[in-house]
Structures are given as structure tokens and as C-alpha cells.
């Protein structure tokens, strides 16, 4: 079956700009999480969505990133006034969720250079 | 605090050889551990994961990993590595909705 996707596979942007990332979990999975990855670093926690409501908002790390979700299928995530330390890969995962449902599936990522 | 710790950023080891990447955790409860995998312009793909029961768990491409309680440890190992295991590779903890993961060993296959 279809696994999880991300568009754009690569975005290049200037410094100041708004960029908008795409997130299309695996169909019927309740849960789907946001990630950074810069260049040579672990993963970085973003954002939880279970269903289209955010339990845990605590890893955005700044007011200028926000995210959204329709009910329990694609997420958003916007990243406005994008600045130069925002380069990085941006990884979705979506779980089926609920109790005892803790395994991850990730998408291929979304590679941003902000210039 | 919950954490993970990977001691080794990178490891190198020749095709062949036997392997073992480290994994530390901190967890006030339970915890559910798990090992991913992710090659060069990839996302993560899972290799193996605990829960609970036999310590001992089997993974796919032939890796297993030990969760060791008393020592916090959940440690990744293959037999034989091959030329197409060089990737990063994260451990990861949880115990309820989000996942904490470690910052990653990569690894080099000699050949």
C-alpha cells in the first residue's frame, strides 16, 4: 500500500519568504508527527497531531512556525519569514495511533535551503 | 527527563564483521524502544522494536537488538555486516505519543 508522502521533495526559498510543506499520511492513520533534521544532527521534534487536534505543540521552535491538519489526512507545515538556520530536511511520520500504537512511518522527507 | 544517548557518532567496521551500536536510555517508566535505519536521501525505516516480553528481538536484514533494563541499554547488533548496511542509524524511546530519539551513529563499511 501507499506509504507516506511529502511535496516538495526539495524547496529552495530566499531568506524572508514563506514556505508551505506537505504531509499526505498513510490512509486511516489517526496519529502524524513533524521532525527537523539539519545536516549531520539527530531528529528534532516539531509537532503531534492525533486526529487534527495538536496535544503537543512544545517542539516549534519559533512563533513562525505553525502546522496544520484536515481531520485525519494531510498536514501543513508553514514555516513564515524563513530564515537561514530553517535549512534543514523536514521528515512526517504517521502512526496508527491510539494506546499501545507507537510505531512510526516515515515519509522520504522534505529537503529546504533557505538562501 | 526522557532522553536517549548513542555514545558513538560514527563507527567503522569491515564487511564481514560482526556489529554492535550502543544505545542508552532514560525513561521514568516502561519503555518502548525501538532501532531505525536511514540510508542516504531516505527517511527512516524501522528495524526492530520492543515492547515487552523475550529481551531478544529479531529485526529485519538480519539485525536484533537486547533490551537490558538494569542497564539501560538497548543495543543494536548484526552477525556479518554487508557493504549495504552503511546508513545512520537512531534509537529511539517512548512511552506514550512522542518519540525521543537519539542523535544518531553513522556507519562505515570497509571493504
Known amino acids: 500500500g501507499a506509504g507516506v508522502s511529502q511535496s516538495p521533495s526539495n524547496k529552495v526559498t530566499e531568506k524572508g519568504k514563506d514556505v508551505e510543506l506537505r504531509c499526505d499520511p498513510i490512509?486511516?492513520?489517526?496519529?502524524l508527527y513533524w521532525y527537523r533534521q539539519r545536516l549531520g544532527q539527530g531528529l528534532e521534534f516539531l509537532i503531534y497531531?492525533?486526529?487534527?487536534?495538536?496535544?503537543?505543540k512544545s517542539g516549534l521552535p519559533s512563533d513562525r512556525f505553525s502546522a496544520e491538519r484536515t481531520g485525519e489526512s494531510v498536514s501543513t507545515l508553514t514555516i513564515q519569514r524563513t530564515q537561514q538556520e530553517d535549512s534543514a530536511v523536514y521528515l512526517c511520520a504517521s502512526a496508527p495511533g491510539g494506546v499501545g500504537s507507537y510505531e512510526q512511518y516515515f515519509g522520504p522527507g522534505t529537503r529546504l535551503t533557505v538562501t | 527527563a526522557q532522553s536517549v544517548t548513542q555514545p558513538d557518532i560514527h563507527i567503522t567496521v569491515s564487511e564481514g564483521a560482526s556489529l554492535e551500536l550502543r544505545c542508552n536510555y532514560s525513561?521514568?517508566?516502561?519503555?518502548?524502544l525501538f532501532w531505525y535505519v536511514q540510508s542516504p536521501g531516505q527517511g527512516l525505516q524501522l528495524l526492530l522494536k520492543y515492547f515487552s516480553g523475550d529481551t531478544l528481538v529479531q529485526g529485519i536484514k538480519g539485525f536484533e537488538a537486547e533490551f537490558k533494563r538494569s542497564q539501560s541499554s538497548f543495543n543494536l547488533r548484526k552477525p556479518s555486516v554487508h557493504w549495504s548496511d552503511a546508513a545512520e542509524y537512531f534509537c529511539?524511546?517512548?512511552?506514550?505519543?512522542?518519540?525521543?530519539f537519539g542523535k544518531g551513529t553513522r556507519l562505515h563499511i570497509l571493504p
Open positions: 490512509s486511516g492513520h489517526t496519529a
Open positions: 525513561y521514568g517508566a516502561t519503555p518502548y
Open positions: 529511539a524511546v517512548t512511552g506514550g505519543d512522542k518519540i525521543i
Open positions: 497531531f492525533q486526529g487534527n487536534s495538536a496535544p503537543d
